[in-house]
């Protein structure tokens, strides 16, 4: 009868009272552990954006054949983004960005590419926003291709959800703040995102079906608001690009995400410049994907080749790769 149940529970002997307090102890003490080892995960990455914003890795990649008398000719780009601009999923040196160097490379038009790599794994869009603005503010590039907005689902760094009179508190206050009024709402929102995603997969469907929705915070209920809120900091670099004489190219993921495309294609027609889409490496529906992603969440190296072919596509269209002229650096 009694199952393994204890028998004091069972009998009476520990009144229920006691029993539901000692588990919303237990989960309060929970909570603050999880809140704790957050802000420590958190705060070692704000330093690291902080390092990076002030270091961002500058790397002059060389043409082998460039045009005689345009050796010191230099195109900088700027490259804005999260581990998809970083290259995770295909080794060093096979980036997007670094295949994209090459085929500049190989035109011939310069004597290099200096690639300045604003990305950083995990990144949100106002994360990128402050690091592209500060990049800018000491002179930028030439051109930036910007590809944010993934991270925005789960990244809450920086976005002032709590307000500055919370935000301020002592760690143990803050805590109370979140299991008062938010806590559970987000983690429900990841309980029930984890069971969605549970459900859905089926194999190798994970690659292709809404796997993106995997652990948000922010889930398909709250679009309106991470539209609105990438639209924000786009426009940040957009306008701060524009009055430092900045071309911008705006790159999509190689999986749909509506409130990204959305917002990349509008911003693109009401400014004007590039949007390069590259949904599904601009294969056809029903053919495979999977042998171009390294992981389930990012290209391979032949993945990141095709996203380079296309930003290089449209920049050659676009007339934003150095036409033949006089010997000289361009995009200092």
């Not at 500058?58 to 780009?77: C, F, M, T, Y």
């Not at 581990?83 to 490379?105: E, M, V």
């Not at 429900?188 to 915070?217: F, N």
Request: proline share 6%; glycine share 10%; aromatic share 8%.
């Amino acid at each position: 009868m009694t199952g393994n149940f204890p028998r004091n529970f069972l009998s009476g002997r520990r009144p229920l009272g006691k029993t539901l307090l000692f588990f919303a102890a237990a989960q309060v003490v929970a909570f603050g552990l999880i809140f704790i080892v957050a802000e420590l995960v958190m705060g070692g990455v704000r330093l690291s954006l902080r390092g990076a914003v002030r270091d961002a890795p500058s790397k002059i990649v060389r043409a082998a054949s460039p045009v005689p008398g345009w050796e010191d000719r230099v195109l900088s780009i700027s490259v804005v983004g999260d581990s998809h601009t970083y290259g995770k999923g295909a080794p060093r040196g096979l980036s997007y960005p670094d295949q994209l160097a090459a085929l500049i490379n190989q035109t011939g038009r310069v004597g290099g590419t200096n690639i300045v790599n604003l990305s950083f794994p995990g990144m949100n869009s106002n994360e990128a926003s402050a690091k592209f603005l500060e990049h800018a503010r000491g002179g930028g590039s030439s051109l930036a291709v910007i590809c944010i907005g993934n991270n925005n689902k789960h990244n809450l760094n920086l976005t002032g959800f709590l307000p500055d009179e919370i935000a301020g508190l002592p760690v143990k206050e803050r805590l109370y703040h979140l299991l008062e009024h938010s806590g559970t709402y987000r983690l429900s929102k990841i309980a029930r995102s984890r069971i969605r995603q549970a459900m859905d997969e089926d194999g190798s469907k994970v690659y292709l079906h809404d796997a993106y929705w995997r652990d948000c915070v922010l889930c398909e209920e709250d679009e309106p608001f991470l539209r609105s809120w990438l639209r924000h900091d786009l426009d940040l670099m957009i306008l701060a690009a524009r009055a430092r004489g900045i071309r911008v190219v705006l790159l999509s993921y190689y999986y749909a995400q509506a409130y990204i495309d959305d917002t990349m294609a509008d911003l693109a027609a009401q400014y004007r410049i590039p949007f390069v889409d590259v949904r599904r490496f601009g294969l056809p529906p029903g053919r495979d994907i999977v042998p171009l992603l390294g992981d389930p969440s990012h290209p391979n190296a032949e993945g990141y080749g095709i996203i380079a072919r296309k930003v290089f596509d449209t920049l050659m269209k676009n007339d934003l790769v150095p036409p033949p002229g006089p010997r000289g650096v361009a995009g200092q």
